[in-house]
């Protein structure tokens, strides 16, 4: 094999409190992992895909995660109401039922980090949501939608089959 194609690999050495290796390697043995390695790349990995914690400007993409109860239609209409106003940056949701009249909804996002952290606010202050996780990357979703250009060739096909 190319040894071009072969990841490179540096070795470095940490010092940890003893107590916070104990937890790390807990943490790697139940995620099933062959060695503490992997698990520090993944942390690492996860730091460096938003290093500024959403703050910094650029587009982000990501999720938001919620648990709310849903005691009757007006939490879900809320909640949409506020997706409402993101359009732009809410591209899908997803919503399961949970037990206990409790449900959980993930919503796609892109946009600014001042945007998306505008978006959290608000649907946090819809009385029911217990929980909000906002996950963001730099990385960001191809465009969906080619705005300003021709219609997509699907279209014009069908149009034309007519």
Do not use: N, W
Not at 81 to 89: F, G, T
């Amino acid at each position: 094999m190319d040894s071009d194609l072969l990841p490179q690999l540096a070795r470095i050495g940490i010092s940890l409190p003893s107590k916070l290796l104990a937890q790390l390697d807990a943490l790697v043995s139940r995620r099933g992992l062959p060695s503490r390695s992997q698990m520090i790349a993944e942390l690492i990995r996860h730091e460096l895909a938003d290093p500024d914690g959403g703050l910094a400007d650029g587009a982000l993409a990501g999720t938001i995660t919620l648990i709310y109860r849903a005691e009757s239609g007006r939490v879900r209409h809320a909640l949409a109401r506020v997706q409402s106003e993101y359009l732009p940056e809410v591209i899908s949701s997803q919503h399961v039922f949970l037990e206990e009249d409790r449900s959980l909804e993930v919503l796609l996002v892109q946009g600014s980090a001042e945007r998306l952290h505008q978006l959290c606010d608000r649907l946090r202050r819809v009385r029911a949501v217990q929980q909000l996780k906002l996950v963001t990357t730099r990385s960001l979703l191809p465009p969906l939608h080619a705005h300003g250009t021709a219609e997509p060739a699907t279209a014009r096909r069908r149009a034309d089959a007519r």
